[in-house]
């Protein structure tokens, strides 16, 4: 008869098992004849335990990378398969391999975690400052000050409020030097921070635009307080209704939905006329809409990209937005909107917009608002600034047709293309 395998297994393995045993039957337990002190004291130690559960995982990820068990099991890599045979995300697994790798090499922060007396992400916080300390350092003993500083602190406080101080940490451990350091750290930083800032924006083909944006801490907290002006409850109570202001109290930390409402009032409220030109024009959207359906029909607006809002809105937004009459004719030519002058105003580079919603140039369909105005019949030729002798091109087209290598020829529907003289 065979013997049971457990207990030759290693210490480990049996330690894990048993660990698994008793913490599932501690799972499904009944919890109600806990008083109120076990509770509160056994949350604690099981948060705890979660730490030095992961301390052993990440132990053994550092070991199963040394026996390469990603190449053995012909994966790409030991965080892979790992992600793979414990159905993780592959980014996680292979920042939990990073963190095991690093843990290595800071003996006091392993021990620390493996004590349970801090986690997981507070390990990351150290070693990731530790390991980002410059190599210059004239005092060796710098780094191994550094992270005893920041597990004293982590011992009271959270992940995200230890990060700021690691930030400092030089300052602190040796501030004949640190001071200067983190100076230019921090600028340094801000610098990487603003060149790298970007924003995405794409429609979901469901009446709501999604994004993503990353901008320096600075610009984000501008925001923030921005929209928490107009998320505040008493901003809320005085824009809604007046029977909610007693909810509205109650949550005093705007929810994602209600920042998002927030967002949008400030889009609506910005002052357009101090904005950037944008084609000529202060960076506003045009709402085109039957003067019928602006009183009290239902025919959407179109904007001037295509998109189009409900009456509805429309006529929200013209309680507080200035309203421009475009006159037009019965086949929506344009009439008449703006006055003469030299260089095409503000009104008629709007009416422009309305009637050539892209660059006039053959296969070109840059938008409007990017666009130049041009005279066909130039000005210093006798041309007259209106709407008959303008045309929108982009900057790249704009220049070509000023350019005498090329020779223009206008189209049906009042296209141009451009050919190249021989």
Known sequence: MAKDSRHHAHTVCRAVAKSRKKTRAAATAELWSMSDEDVEATLVEVSRLRAQAEALELRLVAEADRRHAGERAGATDTASWW???????????????????????????????????ISVDHARVITTCVDRLPEDLEDPTVPARAEQHLLSEAQHLDPKTLAVLAKHVLTVVAPEIGEARDARALEREEREARANAWLTMCPDGKGSVRGKFSIPELHGAMLHKMLLAFAAPKHQATTKDPDAEAAEQVERRPSPERMGDAFCELLERLPTDQLPKLGGLNATVVVTIDVDSLMDGLAPGVLDDGGVISAATARRLACEAGLIPAVLGSRSELLDLGRRTRLFSGAQRRGLNLTQPTCTAEGCDWPAHLCHAHHDQPWSSGGTTDLANARNLCPRHHTRIHDPAYETTHLPGGRVAFHRRT
């Open 83 to 117: 992600a793979h045979r414990t159905r993780q995300e592959r980014r996680v697994a292979k920042g939990r391999a990073r963190l095991a790798e690093s843990l290595e090499r800071h003996e006091p922060t392993s021990a620390a975690l493996v004590e349970g007396a």
